[in-house]
């Protein structure tokens, strides 16, 4: 079974400051990974995936096979980075895209 | 707003009642993801339609639980005899499909379900 865990519920940094939201999966499979935002009072949204080894608003994720993680990173966080972080795993053999969530990490970034 | 568009945004019912909430994708998209969402959890998959066909149900849906898409446009969930277990918001995705992680999810804003 596929599994998604986010160790910290909360997050708190000040401004200007690196922030790392921490993931971990366990899937058997090749897998695909995501990064998922809620902004306050806005729609879940996708923020960047692992295949695309792409930078979003400043954050970058690289997908460690070795230590099953997908950490999500960014060098000087931004107050409008405030928001609720979700990782989700697509199984390869998916038809569709039936993602498995973590459980989120809320990222307060102080002024 | 030519989003995702979830109806009702909220409601409370009494424990024994059934409820439907809708979905409405965005236009000409095949793919309607249904997922729950409860409180502190990240969302977790309900079901999935191809145009009309649903390819996918999770195996933690009870037979209490039943969706459609009719035409391939709208979709509705359905819970019979709600519990109070069933409180959680349920979020509906619609997507234009795609390879893998070619597809893109468009999430709406859900529907807060709350079971007295």
């Known amino acids: 079974a596929q599994r998604v865990t986010q160790p910290e519920k909360l997050l708190s940094v000040f401004k200007g400051a690196p922030v790392e939201l921490k993931c971990n999966y366990s899937?058997?499979?090749?897998?695909?990974l995501f990064w998922y935002v809620q902004y306050s009072r806005q729609r879940l949204q996708l923020l960047l995936r692992?295949?695309s080894r792409e930078s979003i608003k400043g954050f970058t994720a690289d997908l460690n096979k070795g230590e099953t993680s997908f950490h999500l990173k960014k060098p000087f966080a931004q107050e409008e980075d405030s928001a609720m972080y979700y990782c989700?795993?697509?199984?390869?053999?998916?038809?569709?895209?039936?993602?498995?969530f973590g459980g989120g990490t809320r990222l307060m970034v102080k002024p | 707003d030519t989003g995702v568009s979830q109806d009702p945004r909220h409601k409370i019912t009494k424990r024994g009642q059934n409820v439907t909430f809708r979905c409405d994708p965005i236009?000409?998209?095949?793919?309607l993801y249904w997922y729950r969402q409860t409180l502190g959890q990240g969302p977790e998959f309900l079901t999935y339609?191809?145009?009309?066909?649903?390819?996918?149900k999770s195996r933690l849906l009870s037979d209490r639980f039943s969706a459609e898409r009719p035409k391939g446009s709208f979709s509705t969930l359905e819970i019979q005899r709600t519990e109070q277990g069933d409180s959680a918001m349920y979020l509906c995705?619609?997507?234009?499909?795609?390879?893998?992680?070619?597809?893109?999810?468009?999430f709406g804003s859900g529907t807060q379900l709350s079971v007295l």
């Open positions: 236009s000409e998209h095949n793919r």
């Open positions: 899937y058997s499979g090749s897998p695909e």
């Open positions: 995705a619609s997507s234009s499909g795609g390879q893998g992680t070619n597809e893109k999810l468009f």
């Open positions: 989700a795993l697509r199984s390869f053999n998916n038809a569709g895209n039936m993602l498995t």
């Open positions: 692992h295949i």
């Open positions: 339609f191809q145009n009309e066909a649903q390819l996918e």
